[in-house]
């Protein structure tokens, strides 16, 4: 039995689509082989329907798993998990000492994944899922749905931030950046090469990822081969109509923002019409992403202390802290 099979299998029924991911369970640079890895954290995501009745079950089987909360009862930590910040709840540094291994799980409810993947409201886990993760249980049509939205998203922007021709590893290190763009923790808490330690190894896995979306946007897209070094480039329709027509695509609340934060006042409409003239596209694009992601990540991440606990979060802080200066 694989080990993520083997660790779910302790959770409670009600898990609608779950994933692995992080360091522990995708190959970064400067990381042991996974499976030579004995100290890293897997890193889990579980998505529920119903998080009240889920907590319910799950205090029950784990209450050692949670922090002092676990007297609040589930209803508590329902609503905590969802009505703060990205609305995930967190349980940390959780030893599986029979299977060897630690994990760190973060419970989010399937209405609040679909929003933010579709609409990029906190980019927290829609973050993640913009590079490769394991599958541990497969989504349903309508989070699949949502999940093939997200990848096509994280393309367009990709697509706009990027010139006419490029290479395989500068699109995949752009959409990688997306989600750590204006991420407080990447200041103090994360290796500075993290977006680069993530895509040197993992290019063919990207490419998979993003083939369906790649395939839609060809149009605008063309993948080709140098003949005499045989790299592979991608050049784009970089034409104002096609600048505009990506603008339009965006997720709504990178809309919002890009909006606020244009100095052309009026609708999203007029604002396209304006900054699809001009070369400032990428700065607006920069500047509303940072914002997204520097709220979700500074708030999930203060509300993270609590359901810890304080030496809890001491350790994973120092583990991250070390990050910072390999």
């Not at 190959?27 to 529920?48: H, M, P, T, W």
């Not at 290190?173 to 997306?178: A, E, F, P, R, V």
């Not at 009026?266 to 001009?278: A, C, F, L, P, R």
């Amino acid at each position: 039995m694989h080990i993520y099979d083997k660790i779910i299998r302790r959770f409670p029924s009600g898990i609608v689509y779950s994933f692995a991911y992080g360091s522990g369970v995708k190959q970064q640079v400067g990381y042991e082989r996974v499976a030579q890895q004995k100290s890293n954290v897997i890193d889990l995501a579980f998505c529920v329907e119903d998080p009240d009745k889920w907590h319910l079950e799950n205090l029950e089987k784990h209450s050692s798993h949670y922090s002092g909360f676990r007297i609040l009862g589930s209803q508590f930590i329902a609503s905590y998990q969802n009505n703060l910040a990205a609305k995930v709840y967190f349980n940390t540094l959780v030893p599986l000492t029979d299977i060897g291994v630690t994990i760190k799980y973060g419970v989010i409810s399937k209405k609040h994944l679909e929003k933010d993947l579709n609409d990029w409201t906190h980019l927290y886990f829609a973050g993640r899922l913009h590079k490769p993760v394991e599958q541990v249980i497969a989504a349903d049509d309508s989070l699949q749905k949502a999940l093939g939205r997200n990848l096509m998203s994280a393309f367009v922007v990709a697509l706009l931030m990027l010139p006419e021709r490029f290479t395989d590893f500068e699109l995949f290190h752009t959409i990688s950046k997306i989600s750590y763009s204006g991420d407080f923790r990447m200041i103090f808490g994360e290796n500075k090469n993290k977006v680069k330690n993530i895509v040197c190894p993992q290019l063919e896995e990207f490419f998979k990822l993003y083939h369906p979306a790649l395939k839609q946007l060809s149009p605008y897209v063309a993948l080709g081969t140098e003949r005499e070094t045989n790299k592979i480039f991608f050049e784009q329709d970089k034409s104002e109509k096609v600048i505009e027509h990506h603008l339009k695509s965006l997720p709504i609340h990178l809309r919002e923002r890009i909006r606020c934060n244009s100095v052309t006042k009026g609708s999203y409409i007029d604002v396209v019409q304006s900054i699809s003239t001009k070369n400032n596209v990428q700065d607006i694009l920069s500047m509303s992403l940072h914002d997204i992601v520097w709220r979700s990540s500074i708030k999930q991440s203060i509300k993270n202390i609590p359901t810890a606990g304080i030496s809890k979060s001491l350790i994973y802080s120092y583990r991250k802290a070390l990050k910072t200066f390999q």
